[in-house]
């Protein structure tokens, strides 16, 4: 009859902790991850340069990652942490770099 106690106790217990901390896991943080196509001037000289790349952003934490060329347009991967309005800034920031002449977000 002590062994049922004790299971019984512990059951409750746990069934207590699972109660508080809502019964859900927490979300993983949100991520920026988008596929990008870069028109860029044709006064660029080397546009997989990585020094070329990251002078595109100007928030920390953000990376470009090549992925083709077709003439002029790059296509990129870009990422990092934050929703995706912290995204969306990342992006609106690198419009307005004189290099890039648009950008499309596939």
């Known amino acids: 009859m002590l062994m049922n106690r004790r ?3 512990w059951s409750t217990a746990l069934l207590a902790m ?3 901390s809502g019964g859900a896991a927490a979300a993983p943080p949100e991520r920026c991850d988008k596929y990008l196509t870069l028109e860029l001037t044709p006064d660029v000289p080397n546009p997989r340069d990585l020094a070329f790349l990251s002078s595109l952003l100007t928030v920390p934490g953000y990376q ?3 992925r083709q060329q ?3 347009a790059i296509e990129v991967e870009l990422t990092g942490p ?3 309005d ?3 800034a990342v ?3 690198m419009r307005k770099d004189g290099r890039v002449q648009s950008i499309h977000i596939k």
Do not use: M
């Open 18 to 20: 699972v109660s508080a």
């Open 82 to 84: 934050g929703p995706e």
């Open 70 to 72: 077709n003439g002029t």
């Open 64 to 66: 470009l990652v090549w």
């Open 86 to 88: 912290q995204c969306g």
């Open 7 to 9: 299971g019984c106790l």
């Open 91 to 93: 992006i609106a920031a």
